[in-house]
C-alpha cells in the first residue's frame, strides 16, 4: 500500500486548506485512515481519524470545530478540510492507514504517507 498526500502550502491565519491522501491498495474501505501532525522540534500527534466506512469521525481536542476528516472509498481517498487555521497548525501532515483496525485508528499505524508541508503565517 502506498499513501500519497498532497494539498500542502502557505496559507496566513484564518485561511483554509484541503489535504487529499490517496491510497493504491484494497480493500481501502475495511480499514481505518487518519492524519497526524509533526512540528519542528515536537512530537508526531494525532489530528483526527475516520473508520473503513467513514460513519465515525474523530478529533485532537486543538482541531475540533476546525477540521473535518471525510473519505471517498470509490476513490480510495481520504480528505482533511482545515478552516479557520492557526500558526500553531504548522507542521508536516501526514495520512496512515491501519489495517489492525477497521473502526479506529491506533497509534502506531500499518502504513504512513509521505507528509505534506502545512505553514500558517500569522
Known amino acids: 500500500v502506498q499513501l500519497q498526500a498532497s494539498g500542502g502550502g502557505l496559507v496566513q491565519a484564518g485561511g483554509s486548506l484541503r489535504l487529499s491522501c490517496a491510497a493504491s491498495g484494497r480493500p481501502f474501505s475495511r480499514y481505518a485512515m487518519g492524519w497526524f501532525r509533526q512540528a519542528p522540534g515536537k512530537e508526531r500527534e494525532f489530528v483526527a481519524g475516520?473508520?473503513?466506512?467513514?460513519?465515525?469521525?474523530y478529533y485532537s481536542d486543538s482541531v475540533k470545530g476546525r477540521f473535518t476528516i471525510s473519505r471517498d472509498n470509490a476513490k480510495l481517498t481520504v480528505y482533511l478540510q482545515m478552516n479557520s487555521l492557526k500558526p500553531e497548525d504548522t507542521a508536516v501532515y501526514y495520512c496512515?492507514?491501519?489495517?489492525?483496525?477497521?473502526?479506529?485508528?491506533?497509534?502506531?499505524?500499518?502504513?504512513w504517507g509521505q507528509g505534506t508541508q502545512v505553514t500558517v503565517s500569522s
Open positions: 475516520i473508520s473503513g466506512s467513514g460513519d465515525s469521525t
Open positions: 496512515a492507514q491501519d489495517t489492525k483496525n477497521g473502526l479506529r485508528i491506533g497509534d502506531t499505524p500499518t502504513y
